[in-house]
C-alpha cells in the first residue's frame, strides 16, 4: 500500500480529475479522464503514472466489496448542493459498474422543514426526532416519496445508473410501531422485509428508499432516515453501512475540531454517547449504527458529504475518510 504522502497526492488528483458534474452525461468525465484530456495539453509522465496507479490502488477494494451491499445513508449537503448531488450519483453509479450492491435510504430534513412551514405547522424535535402530528405526516409523505425521491432516482438515472424509487410501505419493507407518544406519527422499526429490496438488486437496480413505515393500524409513520438506513443495512446484512453527513466525521467533543475519531468500535461509541458528547442528529445515527453492528453489519462509517466523492475515496482508499465504527477493536 502508499504511505500517506501518496495517500494525500491521489486524493488530490481524484478531486482534480474532470468528472460528468454539471454534464448530467454518464460517463463523460471517466472517458475525458481514460484519454489523457484533463486540462489542456498531454498530461505529463508522471500525473499518467498516478492515474495508473490510482486504478491499481483500487484493485484489491474492488475484489473486496464485489457482490457485497452497502447501505448509504443520503442527507445533508450532498443531497442539496448540485455538485455535491453530482459527485454523489457519479460515486454510486462507479459502485454499481464494478459489481457493488448499493442501496440508498435518503432524509430530507430541511425539505420537510420548509413544506411543514408552508403547510402552517411549526416543526419540533424531541431528542432530535422530529414531532408528527396527523398532518406533518401527511406533508412528510408527500416531500419524501412525491419530490425527493424520484428526484434522487432521476439524478442517478442521468449517470447512467437504473434506480428504482421505493418506500417502506412497498413490499412491506419497514412495518413500523409508534416510537413514543410524545411524537405522533414517529415510527420505531418493527419488521423489516427485504425481499422488494433483492428483487431489485439482482436485477442490478439500485433501490432508493424513502424512510416511510406501514403501521399495522394501517397508518403512515415517518421514520429518521437513519433509523431506517441501519434497519434495512442490518436486515440485508449489508458489509458496508455508509452515513453522508455535514461534518467531518465523529468529534469526542463536537466543539474541539481537532477531536475527530478515524476510528472507533462499537463499544467506543457506547462510552461517548454516555459522556453526553453526543447531540442534536447525531444521536440517531449512533443508535441505529450501533443496532446494525449489533445485528452483523461489519462497518458503519460517518462521512463528510460536504467533501466531493467521499464515498469513493472511502472505499476505495487505503486511508478512508470520516470516522469508521467498527464491532470490535480493530488494530
Ligand atoms: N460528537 C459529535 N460529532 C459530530 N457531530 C455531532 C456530534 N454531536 C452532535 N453532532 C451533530 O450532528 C449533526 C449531524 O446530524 P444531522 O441530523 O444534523 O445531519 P444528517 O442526518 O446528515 O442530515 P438530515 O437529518 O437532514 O438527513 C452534525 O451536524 C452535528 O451538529
Ligand atoms: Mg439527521
Not at 509522465?45 to 496507479?53: S, V
Not at 412525491?146 to 428526484?151: L, M, Q, S
Not at 417502506?168 to 409508534?178: C, E, K, Q, S, T
Amino acid at each position: 500500500m502508499t504511505d500517506r504522502d501518496d495517500t494525500d497526492q491521489i486524493k488530490t488528483a481524484i478531486k482534480s480529475t474532470p468528472t460528468a458534474a454539471g454534464h448530467g452525461a454518464a460517463g463523460h468525465g471517466a472517458a475525458t479522464a481514460a484519454a489523457g484530456a484533463a486540462g489542456a495539453g498531454a498530461p505529463s509522465a508522471a500525473t499518467t503514472t498516478l492515474k495508473a496507479r490510482i486504478l491499481m490502488e483500487a484493485k484489491p477494494y474492488i475484489q473486496a466489496y464485489r457482490g457485497k451491499i452497502v447501505v448509504i445513508k443520503y442527507g445533508g449537503a450532498a443531497m442539496t448542493d448540485e455538485s455535491l448531488r453530482e459527485s454523489f450519483a457519479g460515486d454510486v453509479s462507479l459502485l454499481s459498474l464494478v459489481g457493488i450492491k448499493a442501496v440508498v435510504v435518503h432524509g430530507g430534513g430541511p425539505q420537510i422543514t420548509r413544506a411543514m412551514r408552508q403547510a402552517g405547522v411549526e416543526p419540533k424535535w424531541v431528542d432530535g426526532l422530529r414531532v408528527t402530528d396527523a398532518e406533518s405526516v401527511r406533508v412528510v409523505q408527500t416531500t419524501l416519496v412525491g419530490e425527493i425521491n424520484p428526484d434522487i432516482v432521476r439524478l442517478l438515472g442521468g449517470h447512467g445508473t437504473i434506480a428504482a424509487g421505493i418506500n417502506g410501505i412497498d413490499g412491506n419493507l419497514l412495518v413500523a410501531r409508534p416510537k413514543d407518544a410524545r411524537l405522533g406519527f414517529v415510527g420505531e422499526v418493527d419488521e423489516v422485509n427485504p425481499a422488494i429490496i433483492y428483487g431489485l438488486l439482482d436485477r442490478g437496480i439500485v433501490p432508493v428508499i424513502a424512510p416511510i413505515g406501514h403501521g399495522r393500524d394501517g397508518a403512515a409513520y415517518n421514520i429518521n432516515a437513519d433509523t431506517a438506513a441501519g434497519a434495512v443495512a442490518q436486515a440485508i446484512a449489508a458489509e458496508k453501512l455508509v452515513y453522508l453527513t455535514d461534518v467531518e466525521g465523529l468529534y469526542r467533543d463536537l466543539g474541539d475540531r481537532s477531536s475527530l475519531l478515524p476510528r472507533l468500535s462499537a463499544a467506543g461509541v457506547r462510552e461517548l454517547i454516555d459522556s453526553g458528547s453526543i447531540s442534536a442528529g447525531m444521536g440517531p445515527k449512533l443508535r441505529s449504527c450501533l443496532a446494525a453492528l449489533q445485528g452483523g453489519v461489519k462497518r458503519a462509517h460517518i462521512l463528510d458529504g460536504r467533501q466531493e466523492h467521499a464515498l469513493l475515496l472511502e472505499i476505495f482508499t487505503p486511508e478512508g475518510v470520516g470516522t469508521m465504527i467498527t464491532q470490535e477493536d480493530e488494530r
